[in-house]
Structures are given as structure tokens and as C-alpha cells.
């Protein structure tokens, strides 16, 4: 053998023997990998694509390291728990004029918020879990207007969505059929300067790598939740915020009806993943 | 290796040794040791009889779990006093002091916290009678802590 | 849209078993909350958000001190802290946090060591 082809040879071998060192930045999250390059989302193929991760459904559990799952399943250091505890003190604490609690009028708080998002029979609209806290609030209650994304409104949304653990959102009636479709138009609608719509990244390349993220997809069954990067608990329509920021769009306000109507969509989309919030995610 | 000009043969060298020292344990820099230093001068730290637990990556550096204990029986006439953690990298490198009772049983503390950079953080225990004992752990971070503007 | 208030209610979580037998270690595991607001990001405008952390996390059971944690920015927000204690006779073990403005907050729990 030449010299040549014996120092090349030693080469080989020693970047074979070095790789460890470069493995180890090599991450394998825990989930299993689905890439679904789906067609472009036309009108025509909105169903068929639309089957197809309904079938497949995952949640975003299913995304994250082991260390972030690990703090989602312990129930006791899941820092989201920390909201639950206080939205179940708020919940039955007398509020507003009449000194009346949440719990003098819902007395079996559990499995309301796999109705949600619901229309609203004195406003005739559709409203959020959220949004109809709110509004107990300040009409039911005669207390202080809270807004979407203060302490009390996040602590009693976790814990009125944790009462709900384990079960799939219930299916979306008739009546909010309408307000499905704009939530799907909403949906599938490229936006913002980099022309994107949620399909594109949620449903044609969830399990694939955006940068250094792994894209979900984007499941709403773990909200509220506790978001490392936020360091604290936040709201799903918080998270369509920075999703139309990160398109480069312009974001609609929490509690709007353009991110309720997406809510529900998502909630329609959900089947048959169970309701995990509070969710830790980073 | 003859035959070999003297190009080859350099760059050779040059990787094995490279190979060999990454398989020395973690060496903390000058401006690491320094940091130490100025909180222990010249005492002598003996680098084990701690030990010190990150995850080798985490994807978010703002929640990082990290386990530290002390060995040491816990008795009223030996035991660790305080341990320190320091994050070189991190803007304020001071992470955490823990100082503890004999009545604790275990010097083991278990915490998460913050990574603005990959780095190798150490832990410096203290015992009753002084002694100095120091552990580290290296983790890689792809969020980083502290620095990240909020959205 | 997170909030840092002047004046805030801390709330906590402490798992610690009622009983327990003598001269077992227990590991005793907390959680706060509180932002940890380490004092070095911006917000959108580039203005430096002031810092805003717990300055310290001080356990005594029957009177001795166990425990004791001084914080830096580096902890993580809503701090989880789990520490161990030797279970000798039965007594209260109190828990505080104090706030870098001074306010304390103090949680009592009775152990029973049989």
C-alpha cells in the first residue's frame, strides 16, 4: 500500500474514532420521527390532509425532550400546578358586589372545558373558556373586569382545563359549523411576509426540523400552558400570537374572534388526543 | 510512517492528539478557575467527594434540572456547611449558595436552573472544617437563558 | 402580558409526608412561584426589565436550621427546590421565602416521626 494511501487511510480512522465527541451533540427526541410531506393544501385536498392527521394525531408532549416530558408528568413540580392550585382557591373565593364565588353557581366544575370553545346564548357568539371567565367576571359576578391574560383569568382557566384531564374535547355541534369554517379558512390562509399558513408547517412537516425546532402539530390540548421560553403559564391565543409574529404577520388580540373561531378549529381537529393541560413545553 | 512528507506526518500528529485530550476529564479555563478563586484564595479544593448532575443537552436553557450532593455522614462533627454553583457563563456566574444544617441527613440538593451559553458549571463544597471539595458538569444548551428578548 | 407587581402572593407547593419513621431521610421537594425576573432581559422597546428575584429559602424544623438557599438570577423561574431532613423527633418544620423587597412568606407543616 502507498504511503499516500496509508495516511489517508489514518485519517479516516481517527475523524471515526473522534465522532463520539461530535455524536454527542446529535439529539434523538424521544418521539418517533412521522414526516408527512403532504400535497399542497388546495381546497380539493383540504379533506383528505385533514384525515390524515386526524388519523395520526399527536400531541405535543409527544414533540419535546425527555426532560421537558419528565416536568409535564410530574404532578407535583409541574410548575403549571402552580396555577391550578390558585385558579381552585379563586374559584370558590366570594368576588365582586354581590360577594358570589364561581362555585355558588358551577358546582361541578369538571369536564367544562372540553365544551369550549361554545356559543354563548346571551351574546349569540362564539366564546372561549377564557373569554366566558371573563365574562362570568364582570356580568355574573359584578366584579373587576379581568383581562384575557392576567394571573386570574390564566390560574382559572388551568384549573377549570386541568378538571378536564384526560378527555378528548367534545365533538363541535351544528350550530358552530359556520364558525368551524372560518376557524379552517383561518387555518389553511398563507399570511404574513414570509407567506405561510399554519398547514404548512403543522400538518405537511410536523416531525420535521425548523432550525433547531422540532415543528408539533400544533395540537391545543395541553393549553394553558407552561412555556420555558415564557417562564410562566400562558394562554393558547398567546401562542397564535407568536406563531403570526413568527410569520411575520400581523397578530389579532387574545380573545378575539378571529383566534376563537382557530380555537375551535383546533379543538375539531384535536379527536381523539385527551385534554393534558397544564402542559409544559419549551 | 516513512515515506510520509513532513505535512502529512504533522497533521496526523496533530489529530491524535487531539483525540487524546478529549478523553482527559473536564479542565476548567484560567478565567473559570479564577472565578473560584476569588471566592476560596489559595485554599486547596480537592476536585471530587462531589458530585454534580445536568443533562449533557437541553434544549431550553432557561429550565435546566440540575441534582448536587456532598458526600459526608451528616453528623453535628462532620458535615458540609454550604455548597456554591457557579455558572461561568452566565451574566451573574454566581447560580446558587445552599448552606445546610447536620440535620439535613444528605447534603443533596435538587433544583432547575439557568443556562445563557453551553457550559460546564462547577459545584464547591464546604465542610465543617473547612475542607474544600469541587465537582462539575458540562451541558450543551440550544435556547439560551437570560439573553433571549421576549415575544 | 406576564405581570410583576409591587406586592405579590407567593404560591407554593411542599410535599412532605405527614408521618414518618425516626432517623429516616426524607427528601422534601418545594415549588414557588415567583418570575425570577433575572434582571437582564429586555423588553420590546430594549429597556432593561428590572431584576426581581427571591433572595432567599430558609427551612428550620424544631427550631434548627435545616436548609437554606441564597438565590442568583440563574435559578429557573418558579423555583423547585428539594432538599432532605433527618426525621429525629416530632415537631414543625417552617418554610420562608423572602422576596428581594423584604416580604416574607411562611408555610408550617407538622411532621409526626414515629
Known sequence: ?282 | MSGLNVKRRKLLLAGMSGWLLQCLPVRLSAAENALIRSFYGDQTIVPSGITLKTPSLAENGNSVSLEVEAESPMTVMDYVTEIRLFAPQNPDPELALFRFGPGAGRARVSTRVRFANSQTITAVATMNDGRLHSGSSKTIITLAACVEPLL | MSEAPESMTLKVRISLPESVAANDIVEVKTLVSHPMESGFRLNGMGEGIPRNILSRFFVTYRGEMIFETIFGPGVAANPYIAFSLRATESGEVRFLWEQQNGEVTEVVRQLAVL
Not at chain 1, 59 to 77: A, I, M, N, R
Not at chain 1, 139 to 154: D, G, K
Not at chain 1, 160 to 181: C, K, N, W, Y
Not at chain 1, 195 to 219: F, I, M, T
Request: hydrophobic residues 30%; negative net charge.
Open chain 1, 1 to 282: 500500500m502507498t504511503s499516500r494511501r496509508l495516511s489517508l487511510m489514518l485519517l479516516f480512522a481517527l475523524v471515526h474514532i473522534m465522532s463520539p465527541a461530535v455524536a454527542e451533540l446529535n439529539y434523538e427526541p424521544s418521539a418517533e420521527l412521522s414526516s408527512e410531506p403532504g400535497p399542497e393544501p388546495s381546497p380539493e385536498s383540504r379533506s383528505t390532509a385533514q384525515t390524515k392527521a386526524q388519523t395520526k394525531a399527536k400531541q405535543g408532549y409527544d414533540y419535546q425532550s425527555s426532560d421537558v416530558q419528565s416536568l409535564q408528568d410530574d404532578e407535583f413540580s409541574n410548575p403549571g400546578m402552580l396555577w391550578v392550585d390558585e385558579g381552585r382557591e379563586l374559584f370558590a373565593q366570594p368576588a365582586g358586589a354581590d360577594g358570589q364565588a364561581c362555585l355558588d353557581c358551577h358546582q361541578q366544575p369538571a369536564g367544562m372545558a372540553a365544551y369550549y370553545p361554545r356559543i354563548n346564548p346571551r351574546l349569540n357568539k362564539l366564546v372561549g373558556l377564557t373569554g366566558q371567565v371573563q365574562i362570568c367576571r364582570e356580568t355574573h359576578q359584578n366584579a373587576t373586569p379581568i383581562a384575557y391574560e392576567s394571573r386570574t383569568a390564566l390560574a382559572l382557566t388551568a384549573y377549570l382545563a386541568f378538571l378536564s384531564r384526560g378527555e378528548p374535547f367534545q365533538p363541535v355541534a351544528e350550530s358552530l359549523q359556520a364558525d368551524l369554517g372560518q376557524g379552517r379558512d383561518y387555518y389553511y390562509q398563507r399570511k404574513g411576509q414570509l407567506n405561510l399558513s399554519c398547514a404548512e408547517c403543522h400538518e405537511q412537516n410536523a416531525g420535521q426540523y425548523l432550525r433547531g425546532d422540532l415543528v408539533s402539530q400544533g395540537q391545543s390540548t395541553g393549553y394553558p400552558i407552561y412555556r420555558l421560553e415564557w417562564q410562566t403559564l400562558g394562554s393558547l391565543h398567546r401562542r397564535f400570537r407568536s406563531c403570526d409574529i413568527g410569520v411575520r404577520a400581523e397578530p389579532y388580540g387574545l380573545g378575539s374572534d378571529a383566534y376563537t373561531r382557530l380555537e375551535l378549529y383546533l379543538r375539531s381537529r384535536s379527536q381523539p388526543l385527551p385534554i393534558s393541560a397544564p402542559a409544559v413545553r419549551k
